[in-house]
């Protein structure tokens, strides 16, 4: 059972002291001491995870709607994911720097998407490595300006210094990263997700950081392959872990049972879409035919599946 950790009073005075004297370039002063470091779960030693909300880019939430890790060894500490904008990386790092002192080494992205990468700039530093899926920089690349304007617009002041920050160290099938007497496996798949996604192993304590190739509560969101995530989740579930992290969802969960209710969508979605498409129905239906049923069992339906429905469509309409 995860539990919040309640990081040292001390080191969090003297943080909001320095973030709020004018902290990274690019932060309006103040504006991540103001909000306050990001709260943190202990899922497992040495592995802590902010849980975000269920919610949209809003500035209420500074853009940290993505769940993100730090996992600290014996010499450095590595971060999983960032958030959506420069203010939700600075308090994910006042978090890290409340719960060590030990150097922050690696900031690994699982995808391109901005609730997973935007926050990355405020860990930018000597010494600190990027991380990501080998085919992530394209990805990213090509979705920047898109990206970097939806901060703005929704986020307005909040947003000022997000900047997109590219991996610098690339993953092509696997890499480990050592982090003192803690080995993490890095690991890039095939399209499901995604094109570019990557799951982090604590070789120590069996937690694997999955990323959005697991939600839980929060529906499944389609910017890949619906047959490739299907066919990967086959693989995955195959294979033990102590628990897993999700993208979206809960600060840890048990494997493989969580990723039962995230398979069952897909694999609706799929034969939903098949259906409508067999029917002769156009992609316009897709939409409204393509799990209905399912409204009320997902945060955020009405704003995701109808873009599922439609990727899908677009996937299996030549198949």
């Known amino acids: 059972m995860p539990v919040p950790f309640r990081p040292d009073r001390r080191r969090l005075l003297a943080l909001g002291a320095a973030l709020a004297a004018g902290g ?6 103040g504006a991540a001491a103001a909000a306050g470091p990001l709260p943190l779960e202990r899922v497992a030693d040495g592995v802590f995870v902010y849980r975000a909300p269920y919610e949209l880019i809003a500035p209420a939430n500074d853009g940290a709607i993505a769940n993100m890790t730090l996992v600290v060894g014996s010499k ?6 960032t958030g959506n904008s420069r203010l939700s ?35 930018a530093g000597e010494g600190v ?19 970097l304007a939806q901060a703005n617009r929704l986020l307005g002041a909040e947003a000022e210094g997000t900047r997109i920050v590219l991996p610098d160290l690339l993953v092509e099938d696997r890499l480990a990263l050592d982090l003192g007497g803690r080995a993490l496996q890095l690991e890039a798949h095939p399209t499901a997700h995604t094109d570019n996604d990557l799951t982090v192993f604590d070789s120590v304590t069996g937690t694997w950081i999955m990323g959005d190739l697991l939600f839980v509560g929060h529906i499944p969101t389609l910017d890949g392959s619906l047959q490739g995530w299907l066919a990967l989740l086959d693989t995955l579930t195959a294979r033990p872990a102590a628990r897993a992290v999700p993208g979206h969802g809960p600060a840890s969960v048990a494997w493989p049972q969580a990723a039962a209710a995230e398979r069952a969508y897909l694999d609706g979605l799929r034969a939903d879409v098949r259906r409508i498409i067999a029917e002769g129905q156009p992609m316009s239906a897709a939409p409204d035919l393509a799990r209905p049923s399912e409204r009320e069992q997902w945060a955020l339906f009405d704003e995701f599946n109808a873009r599922n429905a439609i990727a899908a469509y677009h996937e299996f309409e030549w198949e």
Do not use: C, Q
Not at 24 to 29: D, K, S, T
Not at 76 to 81: G, K, L
């Open 24 to 29: 990274a370039g690019g932060v309006r002063p």
């Open 76 to 81: 450095v500490a590595a971060v999983v994911d």
């Open 89 to 123: 990386g600075e308090r994910m790092l006042a978090a890290v720097r409340a719960v060590t002192d030990r150097p922050l080494r690696y900031v690994i992205n699982t995808h391109m998407h901005p609730d997973h990468t935007l926050g990355n700039a405020a860990f």
């Open 129 to 147: 490595r990027f991380v990501g899926h080998h085919k992530l920089p394209r990805a990213l690349s090509l979705r920047s300006e898109t990206y």
